[in-house]
């Protein structure tokens, strides 16, 4: 049974730092890419960042550019996603997704999906 489980997520002032983790089991880590999507209230979900297998391939939305980090573990079996310069527009259910190729999970093509990780950034 695949599983992926966010977690790391809360309430931060804006500006402030947090780190989310979602952690893979029933996959062979390895041979996935990985992202982050997130839905704010009244919106579509939105790509926030992909990484590749070998972690050597990053992507990134706009918005998140130069303050989201995402990076990957596959020892552990664990991609995160680092973001700093919170903002209050950042508030949003933050979603983990797998996929076979990044742009796969850039287009929100991915296999599996966890159940998602509250962010709220309050101004």
């Known amino acids: 049974q695949v599983q992926l489980v966010e977690s790391g997520g809360g309430l931060v002032q804006a500006g402030g730092s947090l780190r989310l983790s979602c952690a893979a089991s029933g996959i062979t880590f390895g041979n996935y890419a990985m992202g982050w999507f997130r839905q704010a209230p009244g919106k579509e979900r939105e790509f926030v960042a992909t990484?590749?297998?070998?972690?050597?391939?990053?992507l990134y939305a706009n918005s998140v550019k130069g303050r989201f980090t995402i990076s990957r573990d596959n020892a552990e079996n664990t991609v995160y996603l680092q973001m700093n310069s919170l903002k209050p527009e950042d508030t949003a259910i933050y979603y983990c997704t797998s996929g076979t190729s990044t742009a796969l999970v850039s287009r929100g093509s991915g296999n599996y999906w966890g159940q998602g990780t509250q962010v709220t950034v309050s101004s």
């Open positions: 990484i590749s297998r070998t972690g050597g391939g990053t």
